[in-house]
């Protein structure tokens, strides 16, 4: 009989995993691979989007603000954009740059305020989504996240809009879910997974 762990068991498991790992002496290299692999996608998808939404950092997440402002100055017309939380437990996403104010929500997120002077509400042409895990089923591939179910309530949102956009989720192999996991009928799939080793799609 196969066992199954909680999906709660799984995440904090992959989350302390995560936060030991962002301190080991193996962490800078393999973060180097995945700007490799980030600048590879950015260079080869990127020319086709005008707007590329990703999430500040936050508990041990990537920082690719750096790599993302590069992409941006290549052609003046591009926009970086961050989510922000809504009342409905959705995400809107807002225009920012360096000088953009930030407010922090009630997660502890950094978020770009709506109210200031040039920020500007813009649905994104692609999503860059950390992932805690991730997992190829069905030949597509699939996300844990913390468990509130923002981003599959979005991407479900904006697919129903017909607006088209990649979803790329994105971490480390070592965060592929190799136990027995299924997502769950609510769970949005995404278009890709960027880890350190490269693209992973179904």
């Given amino acids: 009989m196969l066992f199954r762990s909680s999906i709660n068991q799984i995440r904090q498991n992959l989350l302390h995993k995560r936060s030991e790992f962002i301190k080991s002496p193996s962490f800078p290299a393999e973060f ?16 086709s989007f005008k707007s590329l939404a990703f999430c ?4 041990d997440e990537l920082d690719l603000r750096a790599r993302l402002l590069e992409w941006q100055k290549e052609q003046p017309d591009r926009l970086l954009l961050l989510p922000k ?18 407010i922090r929500n009630s997660y502890g997120i950094d978020e770009p305020d709506p ?10 042409d692609c999503i860059l989504i950390p992932c ?15 468990g509130g179910g923002y981003f599959d309530r979005t991407l ?3 697919k129903k809009t017909g607006h088209r956009f990649q979803s790329v989720g994105i971490g480390f192999d070592w965060q592929q ?26």
């Fill in 32 to 47: 180097e691979h995945f700007l490799f692999h980030l600048g590879d996608f950015l260079k080869k998808k990127g020319g």
């Fill in 85 to 102: 939380v809504k009342s409905d437990k959705r995400l809107s996403f807002y225009t920012w740059s360096t000088s953009t104010p930030l």
């Fill in 115 to 124: 109210m200031a002077k040039g920020v500007i509400e813009k649905i994104p």
């Fill in 156 to 158: 479900l949102d904006l």
């Fill in 177 to 202: 879910i190799n136990e027995a996991w299924s997502p769950k009928e609510h769970d949005q799939p995404l278009n890709l997974i960027l880890t350190n080793s490269g693209l992973k799609n179904g």
């Fill in 56 to 59: 500040w950092p936050y508990r």
């Fill in 132 to 146: 805690v895990g991730w997992s190829i089923q069905q030949n597509q591939c699939w996300r844990l996240g913390y």
